[in-house]
C-alpha cells in the first residue's frame, strides 16, 4: 500500500514538474517575476493571482498592451510561440 501510494506522488509529481507551461516560465519569466510570481521589484507589482494573463500577453507581444515598462514584456515574449505563450499563461493563473 506504501508503494503504491509513494509511486502515485511520484508520478503525480512528475506530470505537475513537466507542466509545459511551467518549463516555459522557468525559461522565459522566472528571472524577473520570481518563482511564484511574487517578485515585484521589476515589474513593480506581484504577478501571482493575475487574470486574463493570456490576454495580457498576447497584448505585450503585439504591443498594444502594457505600462511605461512594456517593451521588457515585449522583448521577453518575442521569442515565444502562441503555444508557448498559452501554455506559459494557464500556468501563471494557477500561481496564488
Ligand atoms: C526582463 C524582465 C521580464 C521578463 C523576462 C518577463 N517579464 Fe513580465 N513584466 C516585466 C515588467 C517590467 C512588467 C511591467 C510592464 C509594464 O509596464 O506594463 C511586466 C508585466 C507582466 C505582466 C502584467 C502584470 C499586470 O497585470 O499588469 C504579466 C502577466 C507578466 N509580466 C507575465 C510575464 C510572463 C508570463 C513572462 C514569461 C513568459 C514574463 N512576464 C517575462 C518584466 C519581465
Do not use: W
Request: proline residues 2%; contains cysteine; charged residues 25%.
Amino acid at each position: 500500500m506504501q508503494r503504491i501510494v509513494l509511486s502515485l506522488i511520484l508520478s503525480i509529481s512528475a506530470v505537475f514538474a513537466a507542466s509545459p507551461g511551467m518549463k516555459v516560465y522557468g525559461k522565459a519569466c522566472v528571472e524577473c517575476h520570481g518563482d511564484n510570481g511574487k517578485e515585484v521589484s521589476i515589474a513593480g507589482k506581484e504577478i501571482a493571482g493575475s487574470k486574463d494573463v493570456l490576454t495580457k500577453l498576447v497584448g505585450y507581444k503585439n504591443g498594444t498592451f502594457g505600462g511605461e515598462q512594456k517593451a521588457t514584456m515585449q522583448a521577453s515574449l518575442a521569442p515565444l510561440s502562441d503555444d508557448e505563450l498559452k501554455e506559459v499563461a494557464a500556468y501563471v493563473e494557477t500561481l496564488k
